[in-house]
């Protein structure tokens, strides 16, 4: 299947991008061992009232406010994190300290849904030293990828080649309010990711990240394997091992590995070392 042109849907925050995917292949480690089958990541529908909406995460974890361990093991690579509105105002003198280098920020969902935590948490993470980058909780029944795509680069998702600033990201996951491949077909999937992964592009000049899971993502695109070419993988599942990547991708940039760790939020990990990061945000 070839990929078709990237569309979106309405609520209120979410982001990641990239535009080297293939230089970043040489730039990564080798990457953590891939036994084991994906998770199965069936959670209840939220409820739409919620004023922080979803999360990365939300269909492999229980709580997006979970008690933390703070001695929780860390996965290889460099260690960073991932926060949304229901964090609130994260202590990241706390967390740097600890040993997060990266964070993602949700700032929006669908279109007309952006975090009120979002100013703290980017600019806040930023402040301390960390490499940030802003992601978008797609919703692909409630408008097109290039409407969502454009509402999260109006709010807080574009991309700056400060080297400090990871490329914006798109979180495609399981329907947090209702059938899992939000009632279209893989092929209608797969065009609404190429709309938004075409419509950042060519606002930002780089791809996306796509933030999934492999269940997700090979049933409800039908396995496409065309995008990994272009777009970075973050890889979502709760496990001691990433398990098999989803279709197409050969590894992983970003391993989101936990919802409970030494930081707020959930943890993640980048498939390399320091200046792989800074090349990853360049």
């Not at 925050?13 to 891939?34: D, W």
């Not at 996951?173 to 797969?190: A, D, W």
């Amino acid at each position: 299947m070839t990929v078709p042109r990237t569309p979106l849907r309405s609520r209120r925050r979410s982001l990641l991008s990239c535009a080297v995917a293939t230089a970043l292949g040489g730039a990564l480690l080798a990457g953590i061992p891939l036994p084991g089958a994906a998770a199965p990541g069936a959670a209840p529908s939220l409820d739409r009232a919620d004023p922080d909406g979803a999360w990365a995460g939300y269909s492999v974890g229980r709580s997006a406010t979970a008690d933390t361990e703070r001695g929780a093991t860390r996965g290889a690579g460099v260690a960073g994190m991932d926060v949304s509105g229901h964090q609130g105002a994260v202590d990241w003198p706390r967390a740097y300290a600890d040993g997060a280098r990266f964070t993602y920020v949700k700032a929006t969902e669908g279109i007309g849904f952006t975090s009120d935590s979002f100013l703290q948490q980017y600019e806040g993470s930023h402040a301390v030293g960390m490499t940030r980058g802003a992601y978008h909780f797609g919703l692909p029944d409630s408008s097109t990828g290039a409407e969502q795509a454009h509402y999260f680069v109006d709010h807080g998702g574009g991309w700056i080649p400060d080297g400090r600033t990871l490329p914006g990201a798109l979180d495609i996951e399981s329907n947090p309010y209702g059938e899992m491949c939000y009632g279209q077909p893989p092929e209608q999937i797969s065009a609404w990711i190429a709309d938004f992964s075409n419509t950042y592009l060519s606002r930002t000049g780089r791809f996306p990240a796509i933030y999934t899971t492999t269940r997700w993502w090979d049933q409800c695109t039908g396995a496409n394997p065309d995008f990994a070419v272009n777009n970075p993988l973050w890889l979502a599942r709760f496990a001691p091992d990433m398990g098999p990547l989803p279709a197409g991708w050969a590894y992983q940039a970003i391993w989101q590995f936990s919802n409970a760790g030494v930081f707020p939020g959930d943890q993640n990990t980048f498939n390399g070392d320091p200046a792989q990061l800074d090349r990853f945000a360049l």
